[in-house]
DNA sequence: GCAACATCCGTACACCCGTGCGGATGACGA
DNA sequence: TCGTCATCCGCACGGGTGTACGGATGTTGC
Protein backbone atom coordinates (compact mmCIF):
# COMPACT_ATOMS: atom_id res chain seq x y z
CA UNK A 1 0.00 0.00 0.00
CA UNK A 2 0.85 3.59 0.08
CA UNK A 3 1.79 3.35 3.89
CA UNK A 4 4.53 5.73 3.18
CA UNK A 5 4.41 7.38 6.67
CA UNK A 6 7.20 9.94 5.62
CA UNK A 7 8.39 11.59 2.36
CA UNK A 8 11.95 10.15 1.93
CA UNK A 9 12.64 13.77 0.28
CA UNK A 10 9.99 15.95 0.74
CA UNK A 11 10.94 18.80 -0.81
CA UNK A 12 11.27 16.98 -4.55
CA UNK A 13 8.14 15.49 -4.15
CA UNK A 14 6.61 19.26 -3.45
CA UNK A 15 9.20 20.35 -5.96
CA UNK A 16 7.16 17.32 -8.40
CA UNK A 17 3.67 18.06 -7.37
CA UNK A 18 3.97 21.97 -8.45
CA UNK A 19 4.44 20.41 -12.14
CA UNK A 20 2.15 17.07 -11.51
CA UNK A 21 -0.59 17.81 -13.60
CA UNK A 22 -3.81 16.10 -11.70
CA UNK A 23 -5.58 12.80 -12.90
CA UNK A 24 -8.42 14.60 -14.21
CA UNK A 25 -5.75 16.86 -16.39
CA UNK A 26 -3.73 14.00 -17.61
CA UNK A 27 -6.60 12.13 -18.76
CA UNK A 28 -7.74 14.81 -20.66
CA UNK A 29 -4.13 14.91 -22.59
CA UNK A 30 -3.78 11.59 -22.14
CA UNK A 31 -6.97 10.43 -24.70
CA UNK A 32 -5.68 12.86 -26.97
CA UNK A 33 -2.17 10.97 -27.11
CA UNK A 34 -3.82 7.35 -26.90
CA UNK A 35 -5.57 8.75 -29.99
CA UNK A 36 -2.34 9.04 -31.97
CA UNK A 37 -1.06 6.29 -30.20
CA UNK A 38 -1.86 3.76 -33.20
CA UNK A 39 -0.42 2.79 -35.52
CA UNK A 40 -3.09 2.87 -38.22
CA UNK A 41 -4.62 6.27 -37.21
CA UNK A 42 -1.45 7.80 -37.20
CA UNK A 43 -0.82 6.89 -40.75
CA UNK A 44 -3.93 8.54 -41.55
CA UNK A 45 -3.12 11.35 -39.84
CA UNK A 46 0.58 11.69 -41.99
CA UNK A 47 -1.83 11.09 -44.94
CA UNK A 48 -4.15 13.23 -44.67
CA UNK A 49 -1.41 15.98 -43.87
CA UNK A 50 0.51 15.35 -46.94
CA UNK A 51 -2.58 15.03 -49.17
CA UNK A 52 -4.90 17.50 -47.65
CA UNK A 53 -8.06 15.08 -48.47
CA UNK A 54 -9.00 11.95 -49.33
CA UNK A 55 -11.63 9.71 -49.52
CA UNK A 56 -11.99 6.28 -47.43
CA UNK A 57 -10.90 3.94 -50.09
CA UNK A 58 -7.86 6.11 -51.17
CA UNK A 59 -6.63 5.78 -47.30
CA UNK A 60 -7.13 2.24 -47.65
CA UNK A 61 -5.26 2.05 -50.96
CA UNK A 62 -2.79 4.38 -49.17
CA UNK A 63 -2.23 2.64 -46.20
CA UNK A 64 -2.37 -0.79 -47.27
CA UNK A 65 -5.01 -1.31 -44.63
CA UNK A 66 -8.74 -2.54 -45.14
CA UNK A 67 -11.46 -0.18 -45.71
CA UNK A 68 -12.75 -1.71 -41.76
CA UNK A 69 -9.38 -0.37 -39.99
CA UNK A 70 -9.32 2.50 -42.00
CA UNK A 71 -13.65 3.21 -41.37
CA UNK A 72 -12.79 2.73 -37.48
CA UNK A 73 -9.79 5.05 -37.26
CA UNK A 74 -11.29 7.52 -38.79
CA UNK A 75 -14.60 7.66 -36.95
CA UNK A 76 -12.26 7.57 -33.69
CA UNK A 77 -10.54 10.89 -35.24
CA UNK A 78 -13.77 11.95 -36.68
CA UNK A 79 -15.38 11.44 -32.61
CA UNK A 80 -12.53 13.35 -31.55
CA UNK A 81 -12.68 15.98 -33.46
CA UNK A 82 -9.51 15.96 -35.30
CA UNK A 83 -10.50 15.12 -38.59
CA UNK A 84 -13.96 16.51 -40.87
CA UNK A 85 -15.61 14.72 -43.01
CA UNK A 86 -17.16 16.53 -46.67
CA UNK A 87 -20.10 14.34 -48.09
CA UNK A 88 -19.84 14.62 -52.02
CA UNK A 89 -22.23 11.38 -53.44
CA UNK A 90 -21.89 8.11 -52.19
CA UNK A 91 -18.31 8.63 -50.76
CA UNK A 92 -16.94 11.18 -47.88
CA UNK A 93 -13.75 12.57 -47.98
CA UNK A 94 -11.57 13.94 -45.26
CA UNK A 95 -9.30 16.14 -43.93
CA UNK A 96 -7.19 17.44 -40.71
CA UNK A 97 -9.83 19.39 -38.66
CA UNK A 98 -9.66 23.52 -38.60
CA UNK A 99 -9.08 22.94 -35.28
CA UNK A 100 -6.42 20.23 -35.62
CA UNK A 101 -3.89 21.44 -32.54
CA UNK A 102 -0.88 23.61 -34.85
CA UNK A 103 1.56 22.41 -32.01
CA UNK A 104 0.64 18.74 -32.43
CA UNK A 105 0.98 18.80 -36.17
CA UNK A 106 4.21 20.31 -36.03
CA UNK A 107 5.67 18.11 -33.27
CA UNK A 108 3.92 15.11 -33.58
CA UNK A 109 3.46 14.55 -37.44
CA UNK A 110 6.80 16.78 -38.58
CA UNK A 111 9.09 15.75 -36.15
CA UNK A 112 7.74 12.50 -34.69
CA UNK A 113 9.53 10.12 -37.16
CA UNK A 114 13.04 11.73 -35.74
CA UNK A 115 11.86 11.17 -32.30
CA UNK A 116 12.06 7.21 -32.66
CA UNK A 117 15.70 7.88 -34.20
CA UNK A 118 17.18 9.82 -31.02
CA UNK A 119 14.85 7.48 -28.50
CA UNK A 120 17.04 4.59 -26.48
CA UNK A 121 15.62 2.15 -27.90
CA UNK A 122 15.40 3.36 -31.35
CA UNK B 1 -10.90 -5.78 -48.48
CA UNK B 2 -9.33 -2.88 -50.26
CA UNK B 3 -11.32 -4.15 -53.27
CA UNK B 4 -10.79 -0.48 -54.71
CA UNK B 5 -9.90 -1.40 -58.23
CA UNK B 6 -9.06 2.47 -59.14
CA UNK B 7 -8.19 5.24 -56.82
CA UNK B 8 -10.18 8.26 -56.81
CA UNK B 9 -7.38 10.46 -57.04
CA UNK B 10 -4.39 8.84 -57.84
CA UNK B 11 -2.16 12.41 -57.25
CA UNK B 12 -3.39 12.68 -53.89
CA UNK B 13 -2.86 9.11 -53.12
CA UNK B 14 0.66 9.67 -54.17
CA UNK B 15 1.49 12.38 -52.53
CA UNK B 16 0.24 10.53 -49.53
CA UNK B 17 2.39 7.84 -49.77
CA UNK B 18 5.58 9.81 -50.25
CA UNK B 19 4.84 10.74 -45.99
CA UNK B 20 3.23 7.94 -44.52
CA UNK B 21 5.81 5.66 -42.27
CA UNK B 22 5.09 2.35 -43.46
CA UNK B 23 3.62 -0.05 -40.74
CA UNK B 24 7.15 -1.11 -39.23
CA UNK B 25 7.98 2.26 -38.52
CA UNK B 26 5.16 3.43 -37.22
CA UNK B 27 4.50 0.82 -35.26
CA UNK B 28 8.41 1.83 -33.78
CA UNK B 29 7.15 5.68 -33.38
CA UNK B 30 3.37 4.73 -31.98
CA UNK B 31 4.79 2.53 -29.16
CA UNK B 32 6.76 5.01 -27.46
CA UNK B 33 3.94 7.33 -27.94
CA UNK B 34 1.82 4.34 -26.23
CA UNK B 35 3.89 4.43 -23.89
CA UNK B 36 3.45 8.09 -22.62
CA UNK B 37 -0.40 8.27 -23.18
CA UNK B 38 -1.39 6.74 -19.92
CA UNK B 39 -2.28 9.29 -17.31
CA UNK B 40 -0.08 6.92 -14.44
CA UNK B 41 3.55 7.10 -16.93
CA UNK B 42 2.68 10.72 -18.02
CA UNK B 43 2.66 11.81 -14.20
CA UNK B 44 5.48 10.15 -13.88
CA UNK B 45 7.34 11.26 -16.43
CA UNK B 46 6.14 15.54 -15.23
CA UNK B 47 7.67 14.59 -11.46
CA UNK B 48 10.71 12.93 -12.60
CA UNK B 49 10.98 16.20 -14.69
CA UNK B 50 10.64 18.19 -11.96
CA UNK B 51 12.03 16.62 -9.38
CA UNK B 52 15.47 15.02 -10.91
CA UNK B 53 15.13 11.92 -8.89
CA UNK B 54 12.60 10.66 -6.83
CA UNK B 55 12.54 7.07 -5.26
CA UNK B 56 9.05 4.90 -5.34
CA UNK B 57 6.83 5.85 -2.39
CA UNK B 58 7.92 8.86 -2.67
CA UNK B 59 6.78 8.75 -6.22
CA UNK B 60 3.29 7.29 -5.05
CA UNK B 61 2.72 9.89 -2.90
CA UNK B 62 3.49 13.05 -5.23
CA UNK B 63 1.02 11.51 -7.79
CA UNK B 64 -1.18 10.18 -4.78
CA UNK B 65 -1.17 6.67 -6.42
CA UNK B 66 -1.02 3.51 -5.39
CA UNK B 67 2.83 2.19 -5.28
CA UNK B 68 1.95 -1.37 -7.07
CA UNK B 69 0.57 1.45 -10.25
CA UNK B 70 3.63 3.30 -9.78
CA UNK B 71 6.01 0.14 -9.91
CA UNK B 72 4.02 -1.09 -12.75
CA UNK B 73 4.33 2.40 -14.59
CA UNK B 74 8.25 2.79 -13.93
CA UNK B 75 9.14 -0.64 -14.78
CA UNK B 76 7.44 -0.33 -18.14
CA UNK B 77 9.21 3.14 -18.58
CA UNK B 78 12.34 1.74 -17.34
CA UNK B 79 11.78 -1.23 -19.43
CA UNK B 80 11.38 0.90 -22.57
CA UNK B 81 14.58 2.98 -21.70
CA UNK B 82 13.13 6.10 -20.62
CA UNK B 83 13.73 6.04 -17.20
CA UNK B 84 17.01 4.78 -15.39
CA UNK B 85 17.01 3.40 -11.57
CA UNK B 86 20.20 3.89 -8.88
CA UNK B 87 19.62 1.34 -6.24
CA UNK B 88 20.50 2.58 -2.67
CA UNK B 89 20.40 0.47 -0.03
CA UNK B 90 17.04 -1.14 0.32
CA UNK B 91 15.06 1.49 -2.24
CA UNK B 92 15.31 2.29 -5.65
CA UNK B 93 15.80 6.20 -6.69
CA UNK B 94 14.47 6.71 -10.48
CA UNK B 95 15.17 9.70 -13.41
CA UNK B 96 15.12 10.37 -16.48
CA UNK B 97 17.13 8.50 -18.70
CA UNK B 98 20.29 10.33 -20.18
CA UNK B 99 19.51 9.31 -23.27
CA UNK B 100 15.63 10.89 -22.96
CA UNK B 101 14.72 12.09 -26.01
CA UNK B 102 14.91 16.12 -25.52
CA UNK B 103 12.27 16.54 -28.11
CA UNK B 104 10.24 14.52 -26.43
CA UNK B 105 10.56 16.18 -23.57
CA UNK B 106 9.96 19.65 -24.85
CA UNK B 107 7.07 19.16 -26.99
CA UNK B 108 5.37 16.73 -24.42
CA UNK B 109 6.57 17.52 -21.05
CA UNK B 110 6.53 20.89 -21.25
CA UNK B 111 4.36 21.84 -24.22
CA UNK B 112 1.38 18.90 -24.21
CA UNK B 113 -0.71 20.96 -21.21
CA UNK B 114 -0.72 23.37 -23.83
CA UNK B 115 -1.99 21.00 -26.20
CA UNK B 116 -5.12 19.75 -24.84
CA UNK B 117 -6.27 22.98 -24.39
CA UNK B 118 -6.09 23.79 -28.11
CA UNK B 119 -7.76 20.43 -29.07
CA UNK B 120 -10.96 20.80 -30.42
CA UNK B 121 -12.46 19.06 -27.43
CA UNK B 122 -10.74 20.74 -25.26
C1' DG C 1 -37.71 0.35 -59.57
C1' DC C 2 -33.51 -2.36 -59.66
C1' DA C 3 -28.72 -3.51 -59.19
C1' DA C 4 -24.15 -2.23 -58.07
C1' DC C 5 -21.49 0.63 -55.32
C1' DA C 6 -19.02 3.50 -51.26
C1' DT C 7 -19.47 4.02 -46.86
C1' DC C 8 -21.41 3.58 -42.25
C1' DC C 9 -23.06 1.04 -38.20
C1' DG C 10 -24.07 -2.82 -34.71
C1' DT C 11 -22.41 -6.98 -33.01
C1' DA C 12 -19.16 -10.42 -31.46
C1' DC C 13 -14.72 -11.89 -30.49
C1' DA C 14 -9.88 -12.13 -29.45
C1' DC C 15 -6.33 -9.54 -27.52
C1' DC C 16 -3.70 -6.42 -24.74
C1' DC C 17 -3.08 -3.70 -20.64
C1' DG C 18 -3.35 -1.70 -15.93
C1' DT C 19 -4.47 -2.92 -11.28
C1' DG C 20 -4.55 -5.53 -6.99
C1' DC C 21 -3.08 -9.42 -4.31
C1' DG C 22 0.25 -12.54 -2.34
C1' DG C 23 4.70 -13.89 -1.91
C1' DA C 24 9.77 -13.29 -2.84
C1' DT C 25 14.12 -10.63 -2.70
C1' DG C 26 17.42 -7.90 -0.59
C1' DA C 27 18.65 -4.43 3.11
C1' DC C 28 18.54 -2.21 7.58
C1' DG C 29 18.44 -2.31 12.88
C1' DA C 30 18.78 -4.78 17.12
C1' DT D 1 19.64 -14.27 13.27
C1' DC D 2 15.23 -12.29 13.51
C1' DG D 3 11.74 -8.92 12.30
C1' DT D 4 10.68 -5.06 9.64
C1' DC D 5 10.85 -2.41 5.69
C1' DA D 6 11.05 -0.78 0.48
C1' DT D 7 10.63 -2.62 -3.58
C1' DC D 8 10.05 -6.17 -7.07
C1' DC D 9 7.80 -10.09 -9.35
C1' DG D 10 4.24 -13.84 -10.73
C1' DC D 11 -0.48 -14.46 -11.15
C1' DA D 12 -5.34 -13.78 -12.31
C1' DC D 13 -9.11 -10.69 -13.12
C1' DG D 14 -11.84 -6.82 -15.28
C1' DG D 15 -12.11 -3.39 -18.70
C1' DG D 16 -11.04 -1.25 -22.84
C1' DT D 17 -9.76 -1.68 -27.86
C1' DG D 18 -9.03 -3.02 -32.81
C1' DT D 19 -10.70 -6.08 -36.29
C1' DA D 20 -13.87 -8.91 -39.13
C1' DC D 21 -18.41 -9.97 -40.43
C1' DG D 22 -23.17 -8.89 -41.72
C1' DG D 23 -26.51 -5.77 -42.67
C1' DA D 24 -28.23 -0.87 -43.22
C1' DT D 25 -28.05 3.70 -45.49
C1' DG D 26 -27.83 6.57 -49.22
C1' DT D 27 -26.12 7.16 -54.24
C1' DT D 28 -25.45 6.48 -59.10
C1' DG D 29 -26.77 4.69 -63.62
C1' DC D 30 -29.87 1.92 -66.41
Same mark, same amino acid.
Given at each position: ??????????? @? +?????????? /??EAEQVTSVLTLIADPTRMRLLFALDAAEELCVGDLAQALDASED @? +?????????? /?????????GRMGFYRLADGFPEPLRQHCLIRLAELSSTAPRG
Open positions: MSDHPHPVDAA @A +VARARTRIPD /AF @A +VGYGLRMLRT /AGLVTRRKE
